[in-house]
């Protein structure tokens, strides 16, 4: 096969992975508590967590998505009391938004199941050196930024 020709099959399959993982992410699970969350729920409270203190907007480019998306979401999950939003002490326009301790619970334990999924997928690719991974990387890094390109070209226009 021709480099064209595999590149192709390449992009066929990243649109098939899209495709899988879309489906795997709308089912809804638990992460260590009795709440089921899916994982866009989860996802959002990992940017949180991982900020320890952050902003919708601070999130919504993270995510790369709306702030009215992302308020929406916090909204859900403060409903959980997964989260907590404030006003900053020091600058009353903005609001912090962090974990609870429960929510704090559910990011602890999606890191977790993570890390272990990640081990048990590394297991069943040891052909592939780690430099396979960073070409692969910086394959879908080039990727990525075309795509966001578009993205933002359309955003732009409407």
Same mark, same amino acid.
């Given at each position: =096969?021709?480099?064209?020709?595999?590149? %192709?099959?390449? =992009?066929?399959?990243?649109?098939?992975?899209?495709?899988?993982?879309?489906?795997?992410?709308?089912? !809804?699970?638990? %992460?260590?508590?009795?709440?089921?969350?899916? =994982?866009?729920?989860?996802?959002?409270l990992?940017?949180?967590?991982?900020?320890v203190?952050?902003?919708?907007?601070?999130?919504?480019?993270?995510?790369?998505?709306?702030?009215?998306?992302?308020?929406?979401m916090?909204?859900k999950?403060?409903?959980?009391?997964?989260?907590?939003? %404030?006003?900053? !002490?020091?600058?009353?326009?903005?609001?912090?938004?962090e974990?609870? !301790?429960?929510?704090?619970?559910?990011y602890?334990y999606?890191?977790?199941?993570?890390?272990e999924?990640?081990r048990?997928?590394?297991?069943k690719?040891?052909?592939?050196?780690?430099?396979?991974?960073?070409? %692969?990387?910086?394959?879908?890094?080039?990727?990525?930024?075309?795509t966001?390109?578009v993205?933002?070209?359309?955003?732009?226009? =409407?």
């Open positions: =096969m021709d480099k064209e020709a595999i590149f %192709y099959e390449l =992009m066929e399959t990243i649109y098939e992975t899209s495709r899988v993982i879309n489906s795997y992410e709308s089912i !809804p699970r638990k %992460y260590g508590t009795e709440d089921e969350l899916y =994982m866009i729920e989860v996802h959002t990992n940017v949180i967590g991982d900020q203190k952050t902003t919708t907007s601070e999130i919504a480019e993270i995510k790369n998505c709306t702030k009215s998306a992302v308020s929406q916090v909204d999950l403060i409903k959980k009391d997964l989260v907590v939003k %404030y006003r900053n !002490p020091d600058n009353y326009r903005e609001l912090n938004i974990l609870t !301790p429960k929510g704090k619970l559910v602890d999606h890191k977790k199941l993570d890390l999924e990640y048990n997928y590394l297991k690719l040891e052909q592939f050196t780690a430099e396979d991974f960073e070409k %692969y990387i910086t394959l879908l890094n080039v990727i990525n930024r075309k966001q390109s993205l933002n070209d359309k955003k732009s226009t =409407m």
